[in-house]
């Protein structure tokens, strides 16, 4: 029985740099989903050929908050996030991540 993967994709200026360079998109991923299930959801959802897939866990920060002025700390943890880099074939793209370049404006002149 395969595990169908809710793809979240992370939208950041380094995964728009890594979607341009190298063919690697990231997508936020479940701590249930292994490899083989995220790369089965990405090339059914969008019909491309998946390559490689890193899997990634960034521990949550510790957060405090105050009450009454200052004098009550309560400490927490933010959740665990899990982050999957998929590496496509050459050629094979997502519209999810394509940019749209607006064409350059002529700037006017002081006078």
Do not use: C
Not at 63 to 88: E, P, Q
């Amino acid at each position: 029985m395969s595990k169908q993967a809710i793809l979240r994709p992370k939208i950041s200026e380094k995964s728009y740099a890594l979607a341009d360079t190298a063919n690697t998109y990231v997508f936020a991923a479940d701590k249930e989903v292994n490899k083989h299930d995220l790369a089965r959801s990405v090339a059914a959802q969008y019909d491309v050929t998946v390559i490689r897939v890193r899997l990634a866990t960034v521990p949550g920060k510790t957060v405090r908050s105050y009450r009454r002025g200052g004098r009550n700390t309560f400490k927490g943890k933010r959740s665990d996030i899990r982050k999957a880099y998929v590496t496509l074939a050459e050629g094979d793209k997502l519209p999810i991540f394509s940019a749209v370049e607006e064409p350059a404006k002529p700037e006017k002149e002081n006078k």
